[in-house]
């Protein structure tokens, strides 16, 4: 196992603070996309909305993070980390308090498609600077997190959403222009931020790499402590669609997918989900906000154990029991309120190490790089399914039934268990240099550690 300073790093302040911060994007994903709803109630007469007016806007973050999160890779590969770990959340405080002043359908639209463009771009940067930073011994449970942060923005979402309904007819615009608060405050408390060290030396400006370390680690520590990453050769984002690179693309896409089809779909339907298992009125709000905790839940307990017992099992198992929840809604749709209950919340838990490892998988699979255009090509094609699944998710209870549904949604689940099962490597004890370099034909990586089991 080799060891350097950077992945053999005590936990410190320094990457407490950068886990909070970086996870502001996430947080900022589930605030705008959970306030939408809210602010609906009243948007939609003021503006005079159509139903397909209403979809549009509500889709249109999602659309923009699927074009942003390729965009955003691209742009941190070339450009670095740090300047745009800022750059891209002015846009969401800009755009924010934009829509506070909209009177028709077609800014509003305009807008929050920037919004999403702004949040997906930051995924891939921040998740980037924060995985070559972070210690081998954490980097999963700090990566991690981010899912996490995800349900807490919802939740924040919901919570003031509700209070603003109250405030008068206009309390849609201040929902809206909310996201600006979080945000500007989480672009104050990444000012500051080093640049990787790790894609300075990449770059070849060695000064500003030791500068970065020294900030950080002390003035003893240098580039000279930091491993290659011999790749071979000097990668593009090419490399990403050919040879071994695609092979691993293919498996973080694939399961990705799987992992988010069910849960979108579970999430945005919700209420007519349980609706159509007999559970009525205010049950099935109240089933919606269980479920909502249950799916955070199920990301803290990932992290928790995703050292412990490791990233391929906790993959595996994570789809294996998740889809069978799903297969048991699917098979007794009639069954009691405490039955269906238990098992779409075991749905939401079980489901929480597919969801962690979306973020933890790409960072560590790919170099420097391309790092940030892996995880940022593998976020967009992952919401193109996402969208999809969303979409036909009120066409299939209607056509098919919820029985049927439910059993799609475990039969997708199942996929990505055998995905993993075929493809899934064990990253766990694997420094950053390591785990992103390709096995050679005798097996070892070319940084000199074993290919773990897959």
Not at 58 to 78: K, N, P, Y
Not at 183 to 193: D, K, N, P, Q, Y
Not at 288 to 314: E, H, K, Q
Request: include cysteine; aromatic fraction near 10%; charge should be neutral.
């Amino acid at each position: 196992m080799t060891t350097n300073a950077l992945d053999d790093s005590p936990l410190t302040p320094f990457h407490k603070r950068l886990a909070l911060f970086s996870s502001g994007g996430p947080f900022l994903d589930g605030y705008v996309l959970s306030i939408i709803g809210v602010a609906m109630v009243q948007l939609t007469p003021h503006l005079d909305l159509s139903t397909s007016a209403q979809g549009l806007i509500g889709a249109s973050s999602l659309v923009g993070i699927l074009l942003g999160a390729f965009a955003g890779g691209w742009l941190t590969d070339r450009f670095g980390r740090q300047v745009l770990f800022t750059l891209d959340l002015g846009m969401i405080i800009v755009c924010s308090i934009a829509q506070f002043f909209v009177e028709d359908a077609v800014w509003l639209f305009v807008l929050r498609l920037l919004i999403g463009m702004a949040v997906g771009a930051d995924y891939p940067i921040a998740t980037s600077l924060l995985a070559e930073f972070a210690p081998r011994r954490y980097r999963g449970p700090l990566i991690g997190f981010f899912t996490t942060m995800w349900f807490v923005g919802a939740a924040v979402a919901y919570i003031v959403g509700e209070l603003l309904l109250s405030v008068d007819e206009n309390g849609w615009r201040w929902m809206l222009a909310s996201a600006a608060v979080p945000g500007i405050i989480i672009v104050l408390a990444r000012f500051g931020t080093p640049e990787s060290p790790r894609w300075l030396l990449k770059r070849g400006r060695i000064e500003e790499a030791n500068a970065a370390l020294a900030k950080v680690f002390g003035p003893g520590v240098t580039v000279d402590d930091l491993p290659d990453e011999e790749t071979g050769e000097n990668l593009k984002v090419s490399a990403l669609i050919r040879g071994g690179y695609f092979k691993r693309m293919m498996f973080v896409t694939t399961f990705w997918t799987c992992s988010i089809i069910p849960l979108f779909a579970v999430y945005a339907f919700a209420p007519a989900i349980l609706s159509a298992l007999n559970l009525e009125g205010d049950l099935a709000h109240l089933g919606s906000a269980v479920i909502t905790i249950m799916f955070m839940i199920g990301c803290v307990a990932a992290v928790l154990v995703v050292n412990r017992i490791g990233r391929r099992p906790l993959l595996i198992h994570s789809f294996v029991w998740s889809g069978l929840a799903l297969l048991g809604l699917g098979a007794f749709p009639n069954a009691s309120t405490a039955v269906v209950l238990v098992l779409f919340s075991a749905y939401a838990v079980l489901i929480g190490g597919a969801q962690i490892l979306q973020w933890v998988y790409p960072n560590e699979l790919f170099p420097t790089e391309v790092r940030g255009s892996a995880v940022g090509l593998a976020s967009s094609l992952s919401r193109i399914g996402a969208a999809v699944g969303t979409y036909l998710v009120p066409l299939s209870l209607t056509g098919l039934g919820i029985g049927a549904t439910m059993l799609i949604a475990a039969g997708i689940t199942i996929i990505g268990a055998v995905t993993a099962v075929l493809w899934a490597p064990e990253t766990r004890n694997l420094s950053l240099s390591d785990s992103a370099s390709l096995p050679t034909k005798t097996g070892q990586h070319s940084a000199g550690t074993v290919e773990p089991a897959a």
